[in-house]
């Protein structure tokens, strides 16, 4: 939701803030570091990382190590997008160069992953099934 309400916001105010040639490309699958990024004919003008609170006091953020090195590497291109209050009336606040104005605390904790995995056996078998050479996959 706070990535819709950035995306309307850029469209009817941010944008003005640039030339007009630029393109909002959404990069969110592409695990850039960041949600957004401002292109100019292949130039990346500024990029936006957008985080979303409920209610307007928004107590805290987290930013993974990628999100973070990249503010850091990217710098006064780099902007920290808070949307808050975002189930009434949503209030967008523009961080730049984040990593030059915060001090953020670093937290390690450890995370569970879920996979699925399929055997050999299982692979094998279904390749017989079709009637596919295995050593031809």
Known sequence: ??????????????????????????????????????????????VYEVKSCIDNNCREILLTNKEWHTAEHLKERYNIVIVSDILNIPKVTIHNNPSQKFNPKLCMQKSISVTWKINNMDLSRENMDLGIDSKCI
């Open 1 to 46: 939701k706070g990535e819709h309400i950035f995306k309307q916001f850029f469209n009817q105010t941010l944008k003005q803030q640039y030339t007009k040639d630029v393109e909002l490309i959404d990069t969110r699958d592409l695990g850039c570091g960041y949600d957004f990024e401002v292109n100019n004919n292949g130039n990346i003008e500024a």
